[in-house]
């Protein structure tokens, strides 16, 4: 490897500093939105935490049996997926997007409806078997239009707020959520009811989390914000697609097969008992105390290397997804396969590379929005399908294939779904993915695909809050015009000129005019296209 691209895979020392302390005031002065999304995680889990659910009673000569199990969350990821392709077709052919103020509040009963059913499904064991079946299905069709909805209004407010505050905020709430999943499940192992009070606050959680989004959307300005992406080309975002289905099926595998093992294991009953909760890319499982806090350990591992990435390396979505949380996920399988019999090393090390592949996702979603000015409706609901159905079919092959029986081959199937993984990271990975979008773009119509310097600068600033005067001052510093020409160019005042230089460097946490050139080089060469790759063709 060249020696200047090794140098600009890491941070100077003036970027170190920007990020940290970028990520450490994006929390503090936006916290309301960590809390939203947070109880958005609570809330998802606990709708998908269940005893397991009888595919078939019947036992040979008709006498009463357990024939086929399926975890409770199979239901609600398969109804996500489908509310997310209505929303997607939806959105374009009308390109509509509700705004009304009564709007999160219609959401938010929808989604505490979703729970209420989940709660009395999962709770009442007594009622017919025919009934419960209804419940389960209503439960998980409202769930799965609940989550779907949300996902779209969470990501509207992601794509606002840019890349590095979004990263911020979804570290920080993955740390409340998993503090608050383990405080729940300690207080209900106490109290004999492990599941129990993490129902009961689902009931509460959504109200909360829109009574958090509304505080926040209503600093926004509202025409800009809902009409953001309204008129864009939307071509089918092919690679965050295939990404997204990618990490589904092999979170999907993850929670089936240790569904389907804990079955055979003599831990899963059909009644009474909890099955394993899944939920992609954030946790598998609210079975046991012990197994939660392990969970909550894995997660802060991730937030605390995804820190860590980010203060040290550049922000390079392709490196962060391809090269760093796919084979984070793979070695987690080999673990698993090399270890059969300590299924919490790579149980721990899966939790943390899920959680980081999410967070990086949720970040460049909103890079996407922010940066390309795609709308928040097609981001969520595209990727958002493909993530559901790759966890669903990943939980179906998974059930089929281990049967509930514990096996070898559990540790097979770990080894080719890490292969399958290290697969898709080499097929997928391309230094053009961020110029064309990840497919959201078409070739020939990013001003990034070329290295304009217009266009780098107009990326740079959006992601960093510089104002469109600010960004006209910036480029003509970037063409190496001295502050007197930009002056004349402007037609503004040497003082006027001075405050907008200091803002621009303060925002980017440069001192001169030549760090300012520099750190736009390192930009361009970042998004520079390789000879040797190809633009995915539409």
């Not at 409202?142 to 840019?162: H, K, N, Q, S």
Request: hydrophobic share 55%.
């Amino acid at each position: 490897m060249k020696e200047s691209h090794v140098r600009h895979l890491f941070n100077e020392p003036g970027d170190r500093v920007r990020v940290r302390v970028g990520l450490g005031h994006a929390v503090a002065g936006q916290p309301r939105i960590a809390f939203a999304m947070a109880c958005y995680l609570v809330w998802m889990i606990a709708c998908c935490t269940g005893p397991a659910v009888a595919l078939s009673a019947e036992g040979a000569g008709g006498e009463t049996g357990l024939a086929l199990l399926m975890p409770a969350w199979m239901g609600p990821l398969a109804c996500m997926a489908a509310a997310s392709v209505v929303i997607a077709v939806w959105f374009k052919k009308t390109r509509k997007v509700p705004s009304t103020p009564s709007w999160m509040v219609a959401l938010a009963s929808l989604m505490t409806l979703a729970a209420a059913l989940h709660l009395v499904w999962a709770l009442d064991t007594g009622l017919p078997v025919a009934a419960r079946w209804a419940l389960y299905a209503l439960s998980s069709v409202v769930m799965g239009a609940g989550c779907a909805l949300f996902r779209v209004e969470i990501d509207r407010v992601f794509g606002w707020i840019g890349t590095q505050q979004t990263l911020s905020q979804g570290m920080a709430a993955t740390l409340i959520a998993a503090a608050a999943l383990a405080v729940l499940t300690l207080v209900g192992d106490a109290a004999g009811a492990s599941e129990t009070p993490l129902l009961v606050v689902a009931l509460v959680l959504p109200f909360a989390s829109m009574a958090l989004l509304r505080a926040v959307v209503s600093g926004f300005p509202r025409v800009r914000y809902f009409g953001h992406g309204l008129d864009v080309p939307l071509p089918f975002p092919a690679k965050f697609v295939a990404t997204s289905f990618v990490q589904g099926a092999a979170a999907g595998v993850l929670f089936a097969g240790v569904f389907a093992l804990g079955i055979a294991g003599g831990t899963g009953a059909v009644e009474g008992a909890a099955g394993v909760a899944g939920m992609v890319g954030v946790g598998a499982a609210v079975p046991a105390s012990a197994e939660v806090l392990l969970r909550a350990v894995g997660q802060m591992v991730a937030v605390g290397l995804l820190f860590a990435t980010l203060v040290f390396l550049r922000l390079d979505f392709n490196r962060l997804v391809y090269k760093v949380a796919f084979p984070f996920v793979a070695a987690g399988f080999v673990l698993l396969a090399l270890l059969p019999d300590t299924t919490a090393v790579g149980g721990a090390v899966l939790a943390a590379a899920f959680c980081f592949l999410d967070l990086v996702l949720w970040s460049l979603g909103a890079c996407l929005m922010k940066n390309m000015g795609l709308p928040a409706t097609w981001i969520a609901s595209c990727p958002g399908a493909a993530l559901f159905c790759g966890a669903v079919a990943g939980s179906g092959v998974t059930l089929a294939f281990l049967s509930g029986v514990a096996s070898s081959d559990a540790a097979l199937l770990a080894s080719l779904v890490a292969c399958f993984v290290l697969a898709a990271a080499l097929l997928l990975s391309s230094g053009s993915n961020l110029k064309y979008g990840w497919g959201t773009v078409r070739p020939g119509e990013s001003s990034l695909a070329t290295g304009d310097l217009a266009g780098i600068v107009k990326f740079v600033a959006t992601e960093r809050g510089i104002t469109q005067r600010e960004s006209e001052v910036m480029l003509l510093l970037a063409q190496g015009k001295s502050r007197r020409a930009v002056c004349e160019e402007l037609s503004v005042s040497p003082d006027t000129v001075k405050t907008h230089v200091r803002s621009i460097y303060r925002k980017l946490a440069v001192h001169s005019q030549q760090e300012l050139a520099d750190l736009l080089a390192r930009e361009r060469e970042d998004l520079a296209a390789d000879a040797s790759e190809r633009p995915l063709e539409e």
